[in-house]
Antibody, heavy 122, light 113 residues
Framework: EVQLVQSGVEVKKPGQSLTISCKGSGYSFSTHWIGWVRQMPGKGLEWMGSIYPGDYDTRYSPSSQGQVSISLDESISTVYLHWSSLRASDTAMYFC???????????????WGQGTLVTVSS | DIVMTQSPDSLAVSLGERATINCKSSQPVLYGSTNKNYLAWYQQKPGQPPNLLIYWASTRESGVPDRFSGSGSGTDFTLTISSLQAEDVAFYYCQQYYYTPLAFGQGTKVEIK
C-alpha cells in the first residue's frame, strides 16, 4: 500500500527555522517525483515545488524560489521542506504528494500525505 | 506561466441532478506529440487532502465512481458529476501539468440545493 506520512503539527514564531518531512512507503521511492502543495486557511491549492529522488532534480514555483528549500534522504525515503526564517504568512497546511512514475517532470498527484499544519505567530 | 480559472466559484445542485464545473487555461495544455491534454481534476473534502479524480483530462482514476467524467481539450475543460450524491459535497480543483510551474484553479465549492 502506497503511503505518504507527514510530520506533525508545528507552532513557531516569526524568524524561526523549520523543517517538515514526508516519508514514502509501499512503492519505489526513487522513481516518482514528490511535490509540496500549500493550502492557506480557507484558500485553494498552491504548488510550491517538487523533487525527483532519482537525480535530485528540483523545481520550484516562482513564489517559493528562495523562500523554502526542498531536499530528500533517499536512504529513509523521506522528502523535506525547509524554511530558514518563517513569516506569519507561512501559516498554512502543507501537503506532500506523489506523481506517477516514468515522468521527466512533475505531473499530477496520485497519492497525498495527510498534511502538516504550520502556524507561525508571535 | 499558465493560469487556471475555474467557474463557477460555487454551485448548489439537487441530489441526483447534474453538476458541471468549468476550467480554462491561459495557454493550451494539449501536447502535440502525445495528443494528450495535461489536465487533472481533484476533489477535496473538509479536513482531508485532495483526491485525484481525473487525469489526461478524461481518464478516471482507479476507484473513482463513473458518475465523475472529464472532457475538453486545448484550453477549455469540464468536470461533470452526472448524478450528484451527498458524499460529493466538496471543493473541486483543476490542475495543469503541461509544464512547471504547476498550477491549480482557484477551486469550486459544490453543495446540495
Amino acid at each position: 500500500e502506497v503511503q505518504l506520512v507527514q510530520s506533525g503539527v508545528e507552532v513557531k514564531k516569526p524568524g524561526q527555522s523549520l523543517t517538515i518531512s514526508c516519508k514514502g512507503s509501499g512503492y519505489s521511492f526513487s522513481t516518482h517525483w514528490i511535490g509540496w502543495v500549500r493550502q492557506m486557511p480557507g484558500k485553494g491549492l498552491e504548488w510550491m515545488g517538487s523533487i525527483y529522488p532519482g537525480d535530485y532534480d528540483t523545481r520550484y514555483s516562482p513564489s517559493s524560489q528562495g523562500q523554502v528549500s526542498i531536499s530528500l534522504d533517499e536512504s529513509i525515503s523521506t522528502v523535506y521542506l525547509h524554511w530558514s526564517s518563517l513569516r506569519a504568512s507561512d501559516t498554512a497546511m502543507y501537503f506532500c504528494a506523489r506523481c506517477p512514475t516514468g515522468t521527466t517532470s512533475p505531473y499530477f498527484f496520485d497519492y497525498w500525505g495527510q498534511g502538516t499544519l504550520v502556524t507561525v505567530s508571535s | 506561466d499558465i493560469v487556471m480559472t475555474q467557474s463557477p466559484d460555487s454551485l448548489a445542485v439537487s441530489l441526483g441532478e447534474r453538476a458541471t464545473i468549468n476550467c480554462k487555461s491561459s495557454q493550451p495544455v494539449l501536447y502535440g506529440s502525445t495528443n494528450k491534454n495535461y489536465l487533472a481534476w481533484y476533489q477535496q473534502k473538509p479536513g482531508q487532502p485532495p483526491n485525484l479524480l481525473i487525469y489526461w483530462a478524461s481518464t478516471r482514476e482507479s476507484g473513482v465512481p463513473d458518475r465523475f467524467s472529464g472532457s475538453g481539450s486545448g484550453t477549455d475543460f469540464t468536470l461533470t458529476i452526472s448524478s450528484l450524491q451527498a458524499e460529493d459535497v466538496a471543493f473541486y480543483y483543476c490542475q495543469q501539468y503541461y509544464y512547471t510551474p504547476l498550477a491549480f484553479g482557484q477551486g469550486t465549492k459544490v453543495e446540495i440545493k
